[in-house]
Each structure stands twice: as structure tokens, then as C-alpha cells.
């Protein structure tokens, strides 16, 4: 079997989901969590019988004796990754990540509520919760991409909600046991649940384990699932797992389950069940990218700053001190669009600690990611 990264750009071009279609032909893009990868087989062997076999039906409820497959495969691909022994019977299908951090939100708060979020992060996160109805305060990660626990502790005062994100999107930080524990006890001293959107944690990158939230904090809810990790964000499927010590699941309206996809359900359930060999490879390859983007910036690029991630798929760049930013003043994303034909995320757009920052994409094949950093370096490296 090949790489999963054996995909050529006129393949990638074909795609219609948006990294491959929303700029022009001559702009590379390395910017939405979308991976240039061939898809599992195991997974599409799966979604082509439920096609033959017109299965393309609703998802099971998870109050019949046959609602919880999802869950099942979940459990043992969380045992067999992460040694955690899921509650397959108290958790919950949701229609995917987000909407399911929206639902338990609602279980745990009432509008107007305050909701503490650690920015720069996942830009949906403030948007969705706002749409919600709740209000957002932050607690800035620190320069080197750690939880605040100070500042923690002073959003954690008349917040109700933490929302978490383990691994944190965009830095690829694994919060440690300890640092999990220190916010147990802040949120218990300040009353606030942890709601932990876990969606990248298979994407571990070296030996740093990933601990899951529950573990820690037995009254945090955590959300999963295999869209990430298996390159699924177009059949969307999720889970809200509860701590040994939440109980509030058991009140998600059922019409909650109504989102879910049966077919995404199958997808998943097919890359929980035999995408550990795949998802290796492609951690293997994630972190040979994370070596050639530190080496890149050593050799030529050296006023960008970074810290290499402990997981997910991304590189977040600290570029303010690069010439052509330093010389502009011009937001990094706009310059590389622009002047280097590279589409990367806007660091701003992950909170106003993003400012001077871009989120690169390492999940594409080794030739692309080096035509990237080379339309990276070249364009910010630049006398202006
Ligand atoms: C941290 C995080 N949460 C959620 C999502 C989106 O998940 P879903 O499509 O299941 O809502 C992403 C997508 O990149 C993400 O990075």
C-alpha cells in the first residue's frame, strides 16, 4: 500500500470542497483543516455497500439496544489509542463537533451565560457561541502556547462553561495531566464545567500522549470524531462523551439525534474500526513536514518564530519580525495571497493574539508543503 499522501495536485484539483476550490489555479492553497490525502479504503468500501445497498436511511437512536455502533467503535479506538475506557451507554451521537458544543452548551448554561475560551483558537468557537446566545470572555493561551492559569482564574469568576480545546487548535498543544488537574480545581473553585472539543486527538506527532479531558475533570463533556483525523469533514458525524461525574447527556433532546448522518455514521465507524495503519502513516508523514518546516525556517527564514506541535495538523507562524511584514506592515495572509500566490488562515482570525501570525497546513504531499514554505519564505523573507 502507498502513502495516503500519494495524491497528485491535478487529483486535489478535481476536488470541489473548499481548499481546492475557492481561488484561482495558480494560488496553492495550505489554509482550511482539509488534508490532501487518498481516502481509507475501509471507508470506502463502507460507504459504497450503504450506496448499493441503498442504506442511506436515519441513524439508529441512541435509545435502541442497536444506537450505539458509533459509539462502540469510538470506545474501542479510544482504548486501543489512548488507554480511556469510554461510557459507550451515557454518550450521545450529534450531528458533528460544533453543533454538538452548541447542544451541550445548552445543557450546561443559559443564554447571556459566559462562556471562557483561550484564544488564539478555532474561530467558530466564539462565533458559534455567540449565536447561541452566550457571552464570550477569554483567557489568552501564553506566548509559548500554554494555558493561562492566571488569567484562567480571573475569566473563571461569573463564568459558567470552559470550553477546551485538547489538542488546542491552532498551536497543537497537548495540555498535560497537570495542567488538566489545575483547571479541575479552578473550575470546581469557580463552578464552571469544562466542555472539551477533543476532534483532533488521534492526530497525536511525537511522544506526547494525549490525555483525554474525563480522565481529569470527571464532570467535563468531551466531543469526538472521526472528521479530522480520517480527512470526513463532508460526512459529518459526532459524539459528546460524558465524565464519570456528568450526568446532564441524558437530557439532550432527542431531536438532537434528527442532524446526525447515517451514512457519516457508517464512514466513521469504518475508519474507527480499521484506520489505525492510515492513521499512522499520516502522523508519520505530519511530523517529517513539522522537520522540514524547521529546518526551512533556520536556513531562510529565521526572524519567524513557532513552536513545533504536539498534534493536530498544523503549523502556527509567528511571522511579525519577517522583512516584508516588518516593511508593509501588511497582515502576513494578505501578503502571502497576494504577492506569493498562498493561501494560508489569517492569524487574527483566531482572536487579536493571532495578529502578525498564519496557520499553515502540513497535511498535503511532501512537494506541495515544499512549494508552500518556498512561496512562504520567498514572499515574507523580501526586502520590500
Ligand atoms: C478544533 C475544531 N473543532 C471543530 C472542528 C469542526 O468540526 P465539525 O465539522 O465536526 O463541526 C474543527 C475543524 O477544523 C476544529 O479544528
Known amino acids: 500500500m502507498g502513502s495516503p499522501f500519494d495524491v497528485t495536485p491535478a487529483e486535489l484539483r478535481r476536488r470541489t470542497s473548499l481548499k481546492w476550490h475557492t481561488y484561482p489555479e495558480d494560488v496553492l492553497p495550505a489554509f482550511v483543516a ?62 458533528d463537533v460544533m453543533l454538538g458544543i452548541v447542544e451541550v452548551v445548552a445543557l450546561l448554561t443559559r443564554p447571556g451565560d459566559r462562556v471562557v475560551i483561550n484564544p488564539p483558537v478555532y474561530p467558530p468557537f466564539r462565533s458559534f457561541l455567540e449565536h447561541a446566545g452566550r457571552r464570550v470572555v477569554t483567557a489568552p493561551l501564553t506566548p509559548t502556547g500554554r494555558l493561562d492559569l492566571d488569567a484562567l482564574d480571573r475569566a473563571f469568576a461569573g463564568a459558567s462553561v470552559h470550553l477546551l480545546c ?59 470524531s472521526a472528521s479530522k483525523a480520517f480527512n470526513l469533514a463532508g460526512l459529518k458525524a459526532a459524539l459528546a462523551v460524558p465524565g464519570p461525574a456528568a450526568d446532564e447527556l441524558r437530557d439532550m433532546p432527542e431531536i438532537v439525534g434528527h442532524g446526525v448522518s447515517h451514512v457519516a455514521s457508517i464512514a466513521h465507524q469504518a475508519a474507527y474500526r480499521e484506520g489505525d495503519a492510515w492513521l499512522d502513516d499520516v502522523r508519520q508523514t505530519i511530523r517529517a513536514h513539522g522537520d522540514l518546516v524547521a529546518q526551512t525556517l533556520v536556513e531562510r527564514l529565521p526572524q519567524a518564530r513557532w513552536h513545533r506541535p504536539a498534534a493536530t495538523y498544523f ?8 522583512p516584508a511584514v516588518v516593511a508593509t506592515g501588511t497582515d502576513p495572509a494578505r501578503l502571502l495571497l497576494h504577492e506569493g500566490r498562498l493561501a494560508v488562515n489569517a492569524g487574527p482570525t483566531f482572536g487579536d493574539e493571532g495578529a502578525g501570525h498564519v496557520r499553515l497546513n502540513l497535511a498535503t504531499p511532501t512537494p506541495i508543503l515544499r512549494d508552500a514554505l518556498d512561496r512562504l519564505v520567498t514572499t515574507l523573507a523580501a526586502p520590500v
Open 166 to 224: 485538547h489538542p488546542h487548535n491552532p498551536t497543537g498543544t497537548l495540555h498535560t495531566a497537570d495542567e488538566l488537574g489545575a483547571v479541575r480545581d479552578l473550575a470546581a473553585r469557580h463552578d464552571v464545567r469544562v466542555v472539551a472539543d477533543e476532534i483532533h486527538a488521534p492526530l497525536t506527532l511525537g511522544d506526547e500522549p494525549f490525555v483525554p479531558t474525563t480522565t481529569i475533570i470527571p464532570d467535563a463533556i468531551a466531543l469526538h
Open 34 to 95: 482539509e488534508m490532501d490525502v487518498q481516502p481509507l479504503e475501509a471507508v470506502v468500501t463502507a460507504v459504497t455497500k450503504a450506496m448499493r445497498d441503498g442504506d442511506t436511511g436515519y441513524e439508529v437512536g441512541p435509545t435502541s439496544p442497536r444506537g450505539t455502533a458509533y459509539a462502540e467503535a469510538f470506545a474501542q479506538f479510544a482504548a486501543r489509542r489512548h488507554g480511556w475506557d469510554v461510557p459507550v451507554e451515557r454518550t450521545r451521537m450529534v450531528p
Open 315 to 322: 503549523a502556527w507562524l509567528d511571522v511579525r519580525e519577517t
